[in-house]
């Protein structure tokens, strides 16, 4: 349901990994029910977390420390 819903939105899926989608610089991974945004600009972000809210049952758990048993660093100095 979700793949239909991005491709809807015109995201593309990458072709070394099918549960990878991207639109220009913004990439969200899916696996399972948890889903990962990628993006430099917070306001795309959110507005991408907008239109999946009007869509989906979510649950904003904010910034992401671990996925799939993976640590996540941030580094937001550019």
């Not at 945004?37 to 795309?44: E, M, P």
């Amino acid at each position: 349901m979700i793949h239909y819903f991005l491709v809807s939105l015109r995201y593309t899926q990458i072709h070394t990994d099918n549960n990878v989608f991207k639109k220009k610089t913004l990439i969200v991974a899916v696996y399972v029910d948890n889903i990962l945004i990628c993006k430099l600009d917070k306001n795309k972000i959110l507005n991408f977390k907008i239109k999946l809210s009007n869509h989906f049952k979510m649950t904003d758990c904010r910034a992401c420390k671990h996925y799939l048993k993976m640590l996540i660093i941030q580094n937001r100095i550019l």
